[in-house]
């Protein structure tokens, strides 16, 4: 199977299924000397796990991480890291049903048509669980973002018909509120919402936004490896992602470019914009601004209610998915929007050590 790896310098390829032993990734590239502790991405994974809130799958899984390589001392070695995540919750009896037919809004026909064949308990490589690796790997681009005064920050920014409103934004909130929302009363609603939808064995989508602060001007490249089209690939590649958008978004479509335009100023020196339609990003490139990615998740397909489909010899049913499924899938896929934004981010920044001659003159000269 092609297709796990993502990056070029920062490089990770995730491996594992849904009801196998285990998962995990491993980070290539990752510099030497970088202060690293289990404590520090398992923070990360704490925010991803199942069986946390009523509004998450009752699947019980620690989701504890073991560092198998690439450290010593508490440091990074420059080698490759590789992290490991084991399965403890499979109930593969649960999906034993499905293995004759096709759940509706799930990859298990374009698998089996693909392939010829596909692991049913859970969905295998195209379960959400795959996501463990690329939230491990993440949170150790966040920690060396940190190290440079870059800052990645996802939350919900809506679930169904409720969306937060973004004069009653709060950081703190996003870590206490159910739904990962910035917005407590939007919270409030919103759980309201889902516990409507949940009696009636039916599920909702949401959007989830992240922001970078902190990020320099210059990051990026102008043709195919533009930092929001790097940005919109790695966002897509989270299931259950159906459209992504960068700045202001579909909005642009409908302004004229006197309205669009962000106008520069000078601050104390620096260039700066008074708005930030653009995101954060022109011509692929970062402008200095806060870069604003947005992704809108479609409703968790695994739902009670009764649906039709096609077995896998051909003949059509009609179905109810049981087992353990999330009624919403946005406030546990926020933590994986913030770490695949981080890793594009790095992945950029480290591309852009060689952009510029006097940089790597600079470099070399001060060893």
């Known amino acids: 199977m092609a297709g796990s790896t993502f990056g070029t310098i920062f490089k990770v390829t995730t491996w594992g299924e849904s009801h196998g032993k285990a998962l995990g990734v491993v980070i290539d590239g990752c510099p030497a000397g970088l202060e690293l502790a289990e404590a520090d991405i398992q923070q990360y994974l704490d925010r991803r796990k199942p069986g946390t809130s009523a509004v998450t799958t009752s699947r019980k899984e ?34 034993s049903e499905i293995a004759s037919y096709y759940r509706p809004g799930h990859a298990d026909y374009t698998f089996d048509a693909k392939y010829g064949f596909r692991d049913y308990r859970g969905g295998g490589r195209s379960s959400g669980r795959e996501t463990v690796g690329r939230v491990a790997a993440g949170a150790v681009a966040c920690r060396i973002l940190e190290k440079l005064g870059v800052r990645v920050c996802a939350y919900t920014r809506s679930i169904g018909p409720v969306e937060a409103d973004p004069a009653k934004f709060s950081r703190d909130a996003i870590g206490r509120t159910i739904t990962a929302m910035p917005d407590e009363e939007a919270d409030a609603l919103a759980v309201k919402y889902l516990e409507e939808i949940r009696r009636e064995t039916d599920s909702a989508g949401g959007c989830m936004e992240c922001l970078v602060e902190g990020l320099p001007a210059g990051i990026g490249d102008p043709v195919f490896d533009k930092l929001d089209a790097n940005l919109a690939r790695a966002v897509m590649s989270i299931g259950a992602v159906k459209a992504v958008e960068i700045g202001d978004g579909c909005l642009v479509s409908a302004r004229r470019g006197s309205e669009n335009n962000d106008a520069f100023r000078m601050r104390e020196g620096s260039v700066v914009k008074e708005t930030n339609h653009a995101g954060g990003i022109l011509g692929g490139i970062s402008d200095g601004d806060i870069i604003v990615v947005r992704a809108h998740v479609k409703p968790t397909p695994s739902i009670a209610r009764t649906q039709r489909t096609v077995g896998r010899s051909g003949g059509e049913m009609e179905v109810a998915v049981r087992g353990r499924h999330d009624p919403v899938i946005v406030p546990r896929a926020v933590v994986v929007l913030e770490c695949m934004t981080a890793l594009t981010v790095l992945d950029a920044m480290l591309m852009n050590l060689s952009a510029r001659m006097d940089s790597i003159v600079d470099f070399y000269r001060s060893r």
């Open 62 to 95: 620690e989701d504890t991480v073991e560092i198998l390589s690439g450290l010593f001392e508490g440091r990074t070695t420059g080698t490759p890291i590789s992290l490991m995540v084991r399965n403890t919750s499979q109930r593969s009896g649960d999906y």
